[in-house]
Nanobody
Framework: QVQLVESGGGLVQAGGSLRLSCVAS????????MGWFRQAPGKEREFVAL??????VYATSVKGRFTISRNNAKTTVYLQMNSLKPEDTAIYYC????????????????WGQGTQVTVSS
């Protein structure tokens, strides 16, 4: 069983930056694919970024602005978010699976509780 705890959300003005963190415990971190998803009010949860075995994948909407990274020693994955836009406002979730490079919500077995990111215009 893998437990995930996110932190780092908050309120920021458009153009600003935030860094989200997700600490994982209970699993074999080096084997996990770690992903970030987000869900805005009234919308479905959507893929943002993932990292597995030094490979990264980004949603088109965040490519060039967001960077996913991880520290295996700290069993932590990060999401650095730059040039934030009001449309980035959402609850951001950390997710994990052992299945591989996947962007579908349904392929992730483990989820954190989410952290709110609000970008004001």
């Amino acid at each position: 069983q893998v437990q995930l705890v996110e932190s780092g959300g908050g309120l920021v003005q458009a153009g600003g930056s935030l860094r989200l963190s997700c600490v994982a415990s209970g699993g074999v971190f080096s084997r996990l694919a770690m992903g970030w998803f987000r869900q805005a009010p009234g919308k479905e949860r959507e893929f943002v970024a993932l990292w597995r075995r030094a490979k990264t994948v980004y949603a088109t909407s965040v490519k060039g602005r967001f960077t996913i990274s991880r520290n295996n020693a700290k069993t932590t994955v990060y999401l650095q978010m730059n040039s934030l836009k009001p449309e980035d406002t959402a609850i951001y979730y950390c997710a994990a699976n052992y299945a591989g490079l996947a962007t579908d919500v349904g392929t992730y077995e483990y989820w954190g509780q989410g952290t709110q990111v609000t970008v004001s215009s």
